[in-house]
Structure formats: structure tokens, C-alpha cells
């Protein structure tokens, strides 16, 4: 395929059980979140923490309705991540793409996008939980470690990622 073209091949590619697993699993996880925050809605109290600092101690606390944003927000990105997964072909790629490679540039694109997908659902729902708990006095702090250990994850996901699709020929 000449780089010059306006356009790459749209090619219908199953989900892959990865991806299948990936999906369940971030469905799983922010579900029961749902759950239990609607389980629990009415021993929140009014004042719930609105944000925390680096050391994950509360320094903001809002309306327990606010709370409902972090469920909205989490069913966006899953919603908009599922439309760009099923448009790989729109996907931006190293000018080494072709008609030979563009199927494994395609998948590879499409299963990265899909465990950053899930990996930011699970981290809404753990979100929702903790700050449920912290609200219910169950615990203090999101901890410490939270971000720096969410962001190891999501740059460790992405760097192994890109460097998977240096290798595709």
C-alpha cells in the first residue's frame, strides 16, 4: 500500500480472547464497583472526599453526589475506547505500515488500546470503591502508592506496547 493513499484497508478482525478476557474483566470489576456504591448510597454521608493529595489524604471534600461522576466519566472512555477499537484503520501508525502488515498493525494497535481501555475501567472502579470506603470511615487514605503504582501501569502497559510495535515488520 503506498504511503501516499488516503487510506488504509478496512479489515473486519474478530476480538481476540485476549481482548474478550480484557473486557470481561474490566466489566467485572467496574460493575461490582457500581454495585457497591448503590449498595452503600445511603450510609454515605453528604460529605464525601472530593479529591486527595499526593500522600492520598483527603484535602477536598463535595457533595456525595459527586460521587456519580466518576461512573459517568468511566462509561465514556469505555464507550469512546470501544468505537476507536473498532476503527483500527484510523489509528495512527509508522509510515512502514502496508498491505502485508497492516493486519498485525491493526490487531496489535487494537489489543493496546483495549488493556489501557480496561485498565482505566478497573482503576474508576477501584476509585469509586476506595473513596466509598473512605467515606464510610472504613479507611483513611487512598494510600501512597495508588498513583505512582496506576501510573507504572498504564506507561509500563503503553512503553511495552510501542516497543512490540517497533518489531512488526
Known amino acids: ?3 501516499n493513499l488516503p487510506y488504509r484497508p478496512i479489515l473486519k478482525l ?4 485476549l481482548e474478550k478476557i480484557m473486557d470481561g474483566i474490566g466489566i467485572l470489576f467496574f460493575g461490582a464497583a457500581i454495585i457497591f456504591l448503590m449498595l452503600n448510597w445511603n450510609a454515605i454521608p453528604g460529605q464525601v472526599p472530593a479529591h486527595f493529595n499526593g500522600a492520598g489524604e483527603v484535602d477536598r471534600l463535595g457533595s456525595k453526589y459527586e460521587l456519580i461522576i466518576l461512573p459517568i466519566i468511566g462509561l465514556f472512555i469505555y464507550a469512546l475506547m470501544g468505537l476507536l477499537e473498532k476503527a483500527p484503520h484510523m489509528h495512527n501508525y509508522p509510515e512502514r505500515i502496508n498491505e502485508s502488515n497492516a493486519e498485525l498493525f491493526y490487531l496489535h494497535s487494537r489489543k493496546l488500546l ?5 485498565i482505566l475501567l478497573t482503576v474508576f472502579a477501584f476509585l469509586i470503591v476506595q473513596i466509598s470506603r473512605v467515606s464510610l470511615g472504613e479507611i483513611d487514605t487512598l494510600s501512597i502508592g495508588f498513583v505512582p503504582i496506576i501510573l507504572l501501569v498504564l506507561f509500563g502497559t503503553i512503553g511495552i506496547g510501542l516497543y512490540k510495535q517497533s518489531k512488526i515488520k
Open 14 to 17: 474478530p476480538k481476540t480472547k
Open 1 to 3: 500500500m503506498p504511503n
Open 114 to 118: 483495549n488493556i489501557v481501555k480496561n
